[in-house]
């Protein structure tokens, strides 16, 4: 069973830019899509981007789009989400999860890590 662990969140300024990384246990996790999702308070958890086990084909929110990028090293067993322009609205706990195929609906993904808490000051 894969396991994935969130890193990398943080407090940063409107503007400011931040890597967040998933690492994750388990031989197998090069055949899994990944996905990023995020849950502000009293808000719904919400898609933000995918990627496929190959790492060739993305997707995005719109409105992260062209700020966000999703990667994955199956080398190291990490998937990452490097962050620009962020917004106060970006501020959220951010997930990684793990899937058969890439999807924007979380319950396509059967594996999620903990969380990390990304802020971000006006």
């Known amino acids: 069973q894969v396991q994935l662990v969130e890193s990398g969140g943080g407090l940063v300024q409107a503007g400011g830019s931040l890597r967040l990384s998933c690492a994750a246990s388990?031989?197998?996790?090069?055949?899994?899509?990944v996905g990023w999702f995020r849950q502000a308070p009293g808000k719904e958890r919400e898609f933000v981007a995918a990627?496929?086990?190959?790492?060739?084909?993305?997707y995005y929110l719109a409105s992260v789009k062209g700020r966000f990028t999703i990667s994955r090293d199956n080398a190291k067993n990490t998937v990452y989400l490097q962050m620009s322009s962020l917004k106060p609205e970006d501020a959220a706990v951010y997930y990684c999860?793990?899937?058969?195929?890439?999807?924007?609906?979380?319950?396509?993904?059967?594996?999620w890590g903990q969380g990390t808490q990304v802020t971000v000051s006006s």
């Open positions: 388990g031989r197998t996790f090069s055949s899994y899509a």
């Open positions: 990627m496929d086990w190959k790492g060739i084909t993305t």
């Open positions: 999860a793990a899937g058969a195929r890439p999807s924007s609906d979380y319950r396509g993904y059967n594996v």
